[in-house]
């Protein structure tokens, strides 16, 4: 938890693929006292050469969450922790491929560990960057799904979750005063 306010130092990062997630978490890292947990879900892809199973997502979901765990046991109290993206987006991901809701419910109860969640809109282009790219109609359809989820879980929940659009810049300042409250 962080001194200052009391809510713990971490930030989730949600968004479908190529909504400038890992570059909002470089961009705020680079500008802060941050470090950033890395999506497993790209290494498991890189590591095995394809796309997860139904039934590997819980465990690439608790890897995500250990991950984090990890990074805020080795930093020190007033490091800022980036996750990119926050673990509940393995479960708006198997809503999107598998039409499986399962994970939602321990996605939310951990959402609730962040400071915030920050939403990267779907305003920049899409661009392919590598093997888990799927293309514009899904990163909209995943779009969908977290408005969903947004709208029926989380703010009901009281978890706080900002959308942001614009160029890095333009995102990293929309952050930065919803670090300091």
């Excluded at 765990?69 to 987006?89: E, F, H, K, N, Y």
């Excluded at 400071?115 to 899904?138: A, K, N, S």
């Excluded at 942001?164 to 409250?181: F, K, N, Q, S």
């Amino acid at each position: 938890m962080s001194p200052s306010t009391g809510r713990p130092r971490t930030i989730g990062l949600l968004g479908g693929e190529c909504t400038g997630k890992t570059t909002l978490a470089q961009a705020l890292c680079g500008r802060l006292d941050a470090v950033s947990v890395p999506e497993y879900l790209r290494e498991f892809v890189s590591t095995t050469g394809r796309a997860p199973t139904a039934s590997e997502q819980p465990k690439i979901m608790q890897t995500q969450v250990a991950a984090e765990a990890s990074a805020l046991a080795r930093t020190g109290p007033q490091t800022l922790i980036v996750c990119d993206p926050a673990a509940i987006m393995t479960a708006i991901y198997s809503i999107a491929y598998f039409n499986d809701s399962s994970l939602l419910e321990p996605a939310t109860l951990h959402a609730m560990t962040y400071r915030t969640l920050i939403w990267c809109g779907t305003d920049i282009p899409w661009e392919p960057d590598g093997d888990q790219r799927d293309g514009p109609q899904y990163r909209a359809r995943v779009d969908e799904l977290i408005f969903e989820v947004v709208g029926n879980l989380l703010a009901p929940a009281g978890i706080e979750v900002n959308r942001i659009d614009g160029t890095v810049e333009d995102r990293v300042l929309a952050v930065l005063p919803l670090l300091e409250h």
